[in-house]
């Protein structure tokens, strides 16, 4: 019992993490970045490069990899997602494309075979029976931490305040002077560097490899759909019901059918409550 | 109506002349590309014609394989009533994979389908193993036929009255009705038809194509395995033949899925690995971004412009 | 004579406002009624529920004396009323032509298939509502707003209503092309056509209605020859009010 409910919150804090940036895209730009997963990788093989390639110590390490997502965000902004001019299929369809075509490309520069992450965080905790690597630990504690960091960003902040007012009618923001497209491009660069951070936890916690987007993808689709809409709080309590869900699954049915329930939840949430649980909030 | 079905002769006549001049290596990659072109006319007809993008495209063509694949290798049915059955089935799954089409659409519905896609990816390694072969699937599939040159032409005769029962059947006032729910569903019950049952209509027409490509495909490779099934790369590869062709064409489809694989065969010397993606997709992408709708409509613009305006309905196209 | 159309207590809330607030009028065949009102009175949210788009919470919808609130759209226009919409909604990609001939379809997938289209019938609903035969041919992006409008009439008639529902349809035309519209209503009105229109135009409207009906947030005010309804005293401060 207690394994379940450590296991949990461990998995939950990572989900809500590789949750948060994808939903950040979603609430403020209305349009969904199947390329999201690509952060992620991006992050991750950023990391590997600059720290166990390179040699370089962890921290600027990190920095990298955050930088590298943030500039992915704005370049997808820019060439892509603004050209098409908020038609959410397009968007959609072209960021889907372009995840297939980062996956080709570090297929390129780092061939097909999967990489070992070391820990961020080296050592094991024990609570009782249960043992606990240090690493995902302090994904949580992070998760949580930059879960924490944005919304005081986003209530407190001008910056922020004008994301949330672009969120809630950008047409409305427009017309009170925001400069929509600004917000928008800081928008995509913090979720790029948010999906690099998760990158770098969630791949040091599974592995590296060409085709690890898909499933950060579909765990952020999930959080995002089944939540309604992304407000932050909201992405915290779906990444604990499905972590917990998908915890509860391994341990007492089958570790097989851990992603059954999640698509089962996804597709029935869509098809019952399309608006999502929780509806639409503002950020 | 006489033109184009000239065109369409043509295009038979010489792919079926095709087998005396080129290699088998190159008939191999031209079956490939039938079988492509085949799901791609599938996904166009729906996603391109009513707007409802799927993303989970090779759940129905999975269940067309999976099905034919399992009654002829476990339970030693021919394939004259394989292939059928596997058809059938696959409409069923049609039918599951509308129901969300009553309720929403864009996003919503794209994601639906990418859920399918992954739900049937995993139940098939869990659910009875004994039966799909869980994740390492089945080989040693009967084949139809043996060689280049006959599965060639059989793929292709397949393809090609597919493409040409399709294209009819967007000539008519049906296939308007379809274009009309991708531009404006509410418009289309507002001038009195009954949407749910153009919709249904469009996706079963879609599944039988998927199942009959489908289980095809699976006699004719022989093997079927869930990871190269159920992969957003597929559905990538389907969706991009589309975007490349033209969608809602029908032709388009069939013009991306030969651009697309024979791209993909001339990178391979350069590019052996799955590098190739990254050429692929960025042409994709950028020809996506300049022109939405596609080679078909880059062709026709070209040839209103080498005409001139007084065929062109306006000049500005 | 019976009403063609019938409309009782009806009640239609969208989360905390009342757009319909117990409404009841009726439309008596081969008349022609004038909806007025300020902005937000609820006048196209009473199309909506007319035309089925949206459901109300309470009250009766009867046409040609049969109950029709459980019917889904596409019903509601065979059994004989449509709409245009005041904000012009044509399939975009298709020429107006095309536009039309979707508006003729018949509901039945068989004759969709094998029964072609018939480009006379579309020539003379184009021609009836003021197009030029040239004008089959251009998309909704090159068309006027007053064309625009035109293409909505034009749609709605190929459906061979018994009666019409008009949203605004003279918002955003030119002089010239109210007169136009007008010129063609009033035709279509000699020709027995029945229909509800909503304007702002208040001008436009006075010589094309037998009777008009007054609302303000969901209700009837006034209601009675156009004449008497303008110069009700809760009309007026209804229309000053805002
Ligand atoms: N789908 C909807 N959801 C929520 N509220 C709505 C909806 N449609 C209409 N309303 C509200 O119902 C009220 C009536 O709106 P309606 O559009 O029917 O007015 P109207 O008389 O047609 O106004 P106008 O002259 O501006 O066209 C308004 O307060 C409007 O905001
Ligand atoms: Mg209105």
Known sequence: ?283 | MARPLLGWAIFAVAMLLLPQFVSNGTLRIIIFANFLAIFAMSWDFISGKTGYISFGHPFLIGIGAYTSAILSYRFGMPVSLSIPLAVLATMVGGTLFFLPALRIKGTYFALVTLAFMELMYQLVQVIRPDLTGGTRGISGIKTILSGAAPNFYLSFGLMFAIGLALWLLSRTRLGTALDAISMNEEAVSGSGLNTTRLKLFAFMVSALVAGLGGAFYVHYLGSIAPRALFDINFVFTIIVSVLIGGSATIIGPIMGAFFMTFLLEYLRPLLPGSERYLVYGMIALVLYVYQPKGIMQILKNLSLRTRGPQTGRSGNV | MSSLLVLDKVVKRFGGIVATNGLSFHVDRGESLALIGPNGAGKTTIFSLIMGEHRQNSGTIKLNGEEISHLPTHKRIQKGVARTYQVPRPFSEMDVAGNIRVGMMPDNLWKMITQSADPDAELTIARSVGFRDEDLLRKPSELSMGDLRKLELARTLAAKPEIMLLDEVFAGLTVGEIEQISDLLAQKRKEGLTYIIVSHDLRALEPLVDRAVAMTFGRAIAEGSFIEVMDDEAVRSAYLGQ
Request: charged share 10%.
């Open chain 1, 1 to 283: 019992m207690l394994q379940v409910l450590i296991q949990g919150f461990l998995l939950s804090g990572l989900y809500a993490l590789i949750a948060v940036g994808f939903t950040l895209i979603f609430s403020v730009g209305r349009v969904l970045n199947l390329a999201y997963g690509a952060y992620l990788m991006l992050g991750g093989y950023a990391y590997f490069y600059s720290v166990q390639t390179l040699g370089m110590p962890k921290l600027p390490g990190f920095l990298f990899a955050t930088g590298m997502g943030a500039l992915a965000g704005v370049l997808m902004y820019r060439l892509l997602v603004k050209r098409l001019k908020g038609d959410q299929v397009a968007v959609e369809i072209s960021t889907l494309i372009l995840a297939v075509v980062i996956q080709a490309g570090v297929v390129l520069v780092f061939n097909d075979s999967s990489k070992i992450l070391h820990p961020i965080v080296g050592g094991v905790w024990r609570i009782g029976s249960t043992t606990i690597t240090n690493n995902i630990l302090v994904a949580m504690v992070a998760s949580w931490i930059i879960l924490g960091g944005l919304l005081l960003f986003v209530k407190k902040t001008h910056v922020g305040r004008a994301m949330q007012a672009v969120s809630m009618d950008a047409k409305g923001a427009r017309i009170s002077g925001i400069n929509t497209d600004r917000v928008n491009m800081m928008t995509w660069a913090i979720s790029g560097a948010l999906g690099s951070v998760a990158g770098v936890f969630f791949a040091s916690y599974t592995q590296l490899n060409p085709s690890m987007w898909v499933a950060p993808l579909i765990i952020a689709v999930a959080v995002v759909i089944v939540g309604g809409i992304g407000s932050i709080v909201g992405t915290l309590i779906v990444a604990h019901i499905i972590g917990f869900m998908e915890i509860i699954t391994t341990t007492f049915i089958a570790a097989e059918l851990r992603g059954v329930f999640t698509m089962l939840l996804i597709i029935g949430v869509l098809v019952i409550r399309p608006q999502g649980l929780f509806g639409r909030g503002d950020l």
